[in-house]
């Protein structure tokens, strides 16, 4: 795990940059001759997320020279690459085929405000939205396949907007713009680490990478000094799976609560940036997503199981055998009930889900949890109350009452929508709950044009750009589901073109 | 490296249902697989960049064994089409031999940070 204390010692380490980040605006061109470069390219993208695909992609696309994309870990695509696959493209051809003609990138960004709840950077979003169509094209150009006919509405969209790739997962993107790149002549390198940056006063000019790097080992590999020419592209997404860093920033985020993101989400980057000067914003700002399992890794099946559970299911605690909250209320509200369940040592006391398993049993949703072993088919509530020891009258009792409610269609104890509530009879499928931490809003503040922002000036610092999950502001308080992946690849097209346009001026 | 003789080890490793090689005592109290045992006599700079105290790279196992789409892996023995290591879904080219093999020591292969698998050996 990368800590502050690490970071520390690496920037510690490298003496040029030590000063560049006291002194600002001091020139170093004397102290950076003395850099040996082990080799020199144009642009350098750190990371192989959506983000830095795009980047690199894009930018060898517009004859940028050389592009190196610098990948830490011992695979390509980061969160990237295990994300649901989820698409939100206003005018979409699907979306058009389907009869939805009043929708637009305007309608997006309303339902961003919304969600941001006032803290989105709301010209940010109107870009990202003008460039939907452009990110999609880029993946048809690149040979990406969605399923056919899908589009449909989620949580917090107005509209139905989002398609979904073929396989329903984010791979399914980031290997096809991977293997693009590769023939457009894109140079990509596994476990190379970045572990500094190397400045001229309010400029980098390059980065120092751990080569052979073996996650999570700072002692593997040996050191090397890339020299970029023309720009550095940060790419390095979120830092969720950094532990110390997301509690200093959010004590309210309960160490018992694991993560759905790829293990190298744990941005050391991000905090580089910052000690060179570029501002944070909203790092408190994490989202959780209150539909994971303790019963597998990562972000697993349990999402997509709880969207039946939720909908035609009920919830109910361990401790007394009764519902605690409205099953369909948002993340935060379901998180925030679900983490009250404990046991008297503080322990969570997983809450189980149940609904009905025979109207399902055929459903991948279901075939899939049953088969990994995080979910359960139980004959009766006396099974369900011995294997999770719930006290089993007080479990029937809740049943009961939970049916009486849902044949009156209504909910006195929590309010929940009752529209799409099953009367519950078994068997049943049962899987336990518990929040996982999910996305970061927060991380560098950026302009428009994608220039990382030194706090100090206010200023761009020079040839330093950054997109995606690593960039902070841009969502505010919550970001809507499916649109991270079109900030993602949109913003590798703008920062492109941003590249292109500064050097120009520079001439 | 000796690419026939290679096929011939590897086809035999296949047959006897061990995906990857035995782990066995190789030189001291080093491991390694039984597949791997020639390569052992020269010593360990022929995966190790040349010196043992360098780490080993992928362009080692793909001198001999071909890239990673092109190694094939018996489809009727998989638990469920998806699960082809070799053509994932999230990585595909884009994974090193290394984030699911270890030579000197058993490895959980990289799918196992978020789903149930079934390789035993790697
Ligand atoms: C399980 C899951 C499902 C999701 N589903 C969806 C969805 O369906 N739709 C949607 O829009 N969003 C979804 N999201 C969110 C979205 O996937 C992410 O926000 C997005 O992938 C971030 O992309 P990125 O390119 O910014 O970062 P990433 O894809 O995380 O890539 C960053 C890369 O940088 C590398 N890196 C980090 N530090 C260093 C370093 N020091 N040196 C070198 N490399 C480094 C990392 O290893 C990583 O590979 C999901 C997220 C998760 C975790």
Known sequence: MQGRRNFLKLSAGAAIGSIAATLPGTVQAKTCGEINWNESVDVIVVGSGFAGLSAALNTKRQGMGSVLVLEKMQVIGGNSAINGGWLAIPKNPTQLAQGINDDSPEELVKDQIISGRGMQNEAALRQIANRALDAYELCIDTGVKFKEGFNIQVGGHNKARAIRTQHGTGGDITTKLYEAGVKEGVDYRLQHYIEDFIMDGQKIIGVKVRKNYRFPDLKTGSSIFIKANKAVILANGGFARNMALRAAVDPSLDPTLDCTNALGATGEVTLTAMAYGALPVHMNLIQTGHWGSPDEGGFGWSNALLSIGWHQGASISVLNGKRFMDERADRKTCSEAIMKNRNSDGSPAYPIVLFNYNNYAEDHRVTRALRDKMAWKLDSLDDIAAKFDIPADELKHSITEYNTHVKAGKDPLFNRKMDTAEVLTGPFVVSRIWPKVHYCMGGLKTDLAARVIDGRSMESIKNLYAIGEVTGGIHGEARLSSTSCLECLAMGIVVSETIKADLKGAV | ?122
């Not at chain 2, 690419?3 to 086809?11: D, I, P, Q, R, V």
């Not at chain 2, 995966?47 to 780490?55: F, L």
């Open chain 2, 1 to 122: 490296m000796n690419k026939l003789l290679l096929t011939a080890l590897l086809s035999f490793v296949v047959s006897q249902g061990a995906m990857a090689g035995e782990l066995v005592k190789m030189k001291g109290s080093t491991k390694g697989r039984v597949n791997h045992e020639f390569i052992y006599q020269d010593g360990c700079q022929s995966c190790h960049q040349g010196s043992g105290r360098k780490n080993a790279t992928d362009s080692a196992c793909v001198e001999c064994h071909g890239d990673i789409n092109s190694i094939d892996v018996d489809e009727t023995k998989l638990a469920i089409p998806e699960a082809n290591p070799h053509k994932s879904l999230h990585y595909n080219q884009g994974a090193s031999c290394l984030a699911c093999h270890g030579e000197h020591e058993k490895k959980a292969p990289v799918c196992a940070e978020c789903h149930r698998t079934w390789f035993e050996e790697m």
